[in-house]
């Protein structure tokens, strides 16, 4: 199957964050006194949301009379630190670059909230991704799995569904997938085994990021930069 626009989720299919991430959930442990965690724990509560990480690293979640301070504790040192040790997979960059030579539309979709996905996204892919849309519900868009921010990617790329693909590393982006209506891609290289994977219903797989580019024809009609 050949697409034209691709919407990449970011942490665990572009950006390996896993380090940053834990490290920023554990200061925020540490300065309130918590029990911190182990790099597979955070593996296991990412993926929807900085809110519901910390929902699941908190003892007692919500329920914790600490949360809202340890949440803004996190949020205030992974705006300062997201790069400390973040970096793209191997051969991700070369796959973006090829996907905007070749003419195809780029986005990313994330959980992460707002203001850190565009500056990672302005940090390391300032040339090959055109559109990064995080959390903002403030705004009215939903997180994934809702579909509100794979639409949101696709109007700003001015663009429709059709020819579009969702590539993603866990669950939550099969299901954003599906209720966007858009096929999903599932990377080996994330944060999730192809077992899981599986189990909840990925179907098509990819364990190599140039493999992404198979059967993607050059389109010279179209410049990268125009919306079809």
């Known amino acids: 199957m050949s697409y034209s626009t691709y919407i990449f ?3 665990g299919t572009l950006l390996d964050t896993l380090g940053d991430l834990a490290a920023a959930v554990n200061y925020a442990l540490r300065m309130h006194r918590l029990p911190e965690r182990s790099i597979d724990e955070v593996r296991s509560f990412v993926g929807n949301g900085v ?22 504790t996190f949020r205030q040192y992974y705006l300062e630190h997201s790069l400390d040790t973040t970096r ?15 003419g195809c539309r780029t986005a990313v979709v994330s959980n992460k909230f707002d203001a850190a996905t565009k500056e990672l996204c302005r940090h390391f892919f300032a040339d090959t991704i055109e ?7 403030a705004e009215g868009i939903r997180k994934k799995p809702a579909p509100d921010t794979v639409e949101e990617a ?4 001015g663009v429709t569904k059709e020819n579009a693909v969702y590539v993603g590393d866990s669950d939550v982006d099969i299901l954003t997938a599906r ?17 899981f994977l599986q189990a909840h219903g990925a179907a098509a797989f990819v364990s190599n990021p140039l493999q992404l580019l198979k059967d993607i024809t050059p389109q010279s009609d179209r410049h990268p930069s125009t919306a079809q």
């Open 88 to 102: 793209p997979y191997d051969d991700i960059p070369e796959l973006l670059r090829e996907l905007r030579l070749r």
């Open 131 to 137: 559109v990064a849309v995080g959390e903002h519900e």
């Open 179 to 195: 209720n966007a209506g858009l096929p999903c891609i599932s990377v080996l290289w994330g944060f999730r085994s192809r077992d």
């Open 9 to 11: 989720d970011l942490d």
């Open 154 to 157: 696709l109007r700003q790329l």
């Open 51 to 72: 809110r519901v990480l910390m929902q699941r690293a908190v003892p007692e979640g919500e329920n914790n009379p600490l949360f809202e301070k340890v949440l803004d």
